[in-house]
């Protein structure tokens, strides 16, 4: 068939240039690029490694820190508390303010209101007996 010859003969040409390209595309990409990428994922571990290894010390600096300030907070407390139980001793005890006194010892400040009752029962509450 002379269809299927022609088909054979325009084909093979296409496939090898086709072929042809991905090979140039695979060498240029395969050799130039990925070798590319594949330092800059270098540089980029490295540069994590390092940056988490900065901020490990620094914790442990912080950490340092933090144990020392307690200890010198603990103290500066203490000195706070001690001046001020001094000065409250030197300070004479005043009465109480007026608002603050009680105005009978039997009563309270405050008094419950007294409940309001009737002195009688009016007539339409009582049971009528005939």
Excluded: C
């Excluded at 390209?21 to 540089?43: E, H, P, Q, S």
């Excluded at 409940?115 to 005939?130: D, E, F």
């Amino acid at each position: 068939m002379p269809q299927i010859a022609q088909i054979l003969e325009t084909y093979v040409s296409q496939f090898f240039w086709l072929l042809l390209v991905f090979a140039f595309l695979y060498f240029v990409i395969g050799r130039g690029m990925v070798t590319k990428i594949d330092a800059n994922v270098d540089a980029r571990g490295r540069k994590i490694a390092d940056d988490l290894a900065a901020a490990e010390r620094a914790r442990a600096e912080a950490d340092s820190f933090v144990s020392g300030g307690s200890d010198a907070l603990n103290t500066a407390r203490g000195e706070a508390q001690a001046k001020a139980a001094a000065a409250k001793a030197k300070v004479p005890r005043m009465p109480k303010p007026v608002w603050q006194r009680p105005t009978r010892k039997s009563q309270p400040s405050w008094h419950p209101p007294k409940p309001i009752l009737p002195r009688h029962a009016p007539r339409r509450w009582t049971v009528s007996r005939k």
